[in-house]
């Protein structure tokens, strides 16, 4: 069963890469990566 609501796969499915953020402990944002997803169904 995936996690993912219909409104992310769809965008998801617009794009061939993602740019992913981990959040610190206090809050703020390191640099980004990209990460690059292939949707399979209701699964990345």
């Given amino acids: 069963m995936s996690n993912w609501t219909p409104e992310e796969l769809a965008v998801v499915d617009r794009t061939d890469e993602l ?3 981990v959040e610190r ?9 990209i990460v690059w997803v292939v949707r399979v169904g209701d699964d990345l």
């Fill in 19 to 21: 740019h992913v953020a």
């Fill in 25 to 33: 402990s206090d809050g703020t944002l390191r640099d980004s990566r």
